[in-house]
């Protein structure tokens, strides 16, 4: 009797499944298992190495949300050298030190114009009016490095390649408007920047092109460089288009986006040359706590989020907020948990290069690890909710899809590399999905 039930609840739970995925011309691995008994439900090519595009974030987040811990906050401080004299003048620079928030004046949270109205209003009222020197960014407390050397070129001058500092600004981006265009062909001409910018040459070469032909422009430039080439094509509009491009050098900007609203608002900042001394503290900022920095991290896939949580990692583990530190410090956490890392590759933080590589298998690994964490729904609120039971992040690259996540009591992997075919992609993955959907719900 007791046989009988058992092959009884089996079938109950467990779908039939094909494990005979395929897609034209492209490779696909699968994993699944029931986290309530560990039993395997599918397992095609499961110990295959891919690139597994956004998923990697996965591997990032929960990471960083066992080390640091849902409440981490990352700290940025205003700090002056010098004195200040009876007149409220400061006889010495003005300093922001970074702490590698990466939610600093996002329009998320506390937006640009609005964090830099507190910075501002918490300096007059430390009793500054007039600043003999200058504004100065510090993001000495990570590597110099911004980007990661394996992304690609076209995604550098790019809101989605912007590099990790830790004085990063509004998210490291910037919103580049053009002029309402009535040609196709022409020149497209731009209005603004929003955030403003300073010093930054765009050699503009995007031209208008069809109605509803969508944004096929792109932004070419590297970290700490003012010059960015911009090229392609905007649609044709009657009202005003953006496109968003990278702030390649985030700690000199943020000094001069504050140093300027310092000035409209009444505190001359002159910028003359200045001894620095011993530093004093103004004002710190503490961001949002690392449960929502997460949720936002895999939710909306912010690269540049999972980016600073692995320079973080590397710098709370190993005293070096690095990406080379961060890879060690996400690889060893989920080697010590147990997970084979054989075949394992971590580029990055996010993804975003393609020289990532993991297998399904670990992916579920390391999903059902986090199954059994006090931290989980924390971690399962920030994967995206498809139905009121199935919860992924996603991944998307040219000739990549992937999708990771939890369908009920059901933890998957799906990678798919090298298909161009993106019906065919798309139809396997219903299929999958669909025959995935669990029986019964133990969530």
Known sequence: MKRILILFFATI?????????????????????????????????????????????????????????????????????????????LHGNLYIRGGGDPCLGSDR??????????????????????????????????????????WLWEDLGNYYGAGACALSFHENYYNVFFKPSTTVGQNAIISKTVPPLFDVIHKNEIKIGPENSGDQAWIFGCEYNLVQFMRGTIPLNSKEFS??????????????????????????????VQISSERHLINTTESPPLNEIIYWTNHNSINLYAEHLLKQLGQEVYQEGSTKSGLQAVTNFW???????????????????????????????????????????????????????????????????????????IAFAILINNCLNYKSVNQTLELILNELKPKQSNF
Not at 128 to 150: F, M, P, Q, R, Y
Request: glycine residues 8%; aromatic residues 8%.
């Open 243 to 272: 496109i968003k491009g990278a702030i390649l050098d985030p700690a000199s900007y943020t000094a001069h986006i504050l140093k300027h609203q310092l000035n409209e608002n009444g505190i001359q900042v002159l910028d003359q």
């Open 109 to 150: 949270f506390t937006s640009w114009d609005n964090q830099l109205q507190l910075w501002s209003k918490s300096i007059q009222n430390f009793g500054i009016n007039k600043i003999t020197g200058t504004v100065i960014g510090d993001a000495t407390l990570w590597e110099s490095s911004l980007a990661v050397s394996s």
């Open 13 to 89: 739970v467990s779908p039939m499944f094909s494990n005979n995925y395929k897609v034209d011309h492209g490779i696909i691995s699968v994993y699944a298992i029931d986290t309530t008994n560990n039993q395997i439900l599918i397992d095609q090519n499961s110990d295959l190495s891919l690139i597994p595009a956004s998923c990697m974030k996965v591997v990032t987040t929960g990471a960083a949300l066992e080390v640091l811990g849902p409440d981490y906050c990352f700290k940025t401080a205003i700090e002056y050298d010098g004195y200040i004299d009876s007149d409220k003048t």
């Open 335 to 409: 080697k010590d948990k147990g997970v084979d890392m054989s075949g394992f590759n971590m580029a990055d933080g996010s993804g975003l290069s393609r020289k990532n590589l993991t297998t399904t298998k670990q992916l579920v690994k390391m999903l059902s690890i986090l199954k059994k964490s006090e931290n989980f729904p924390i971690f399962l609120r920030s994967l995206v909710q498809k139905e009121n039971n199935l919860r992924i992040k996603g991944g998307t690259m040219s000739g990549i899809k992937a999708i990771v996540g939890f369908y009920d009591h």
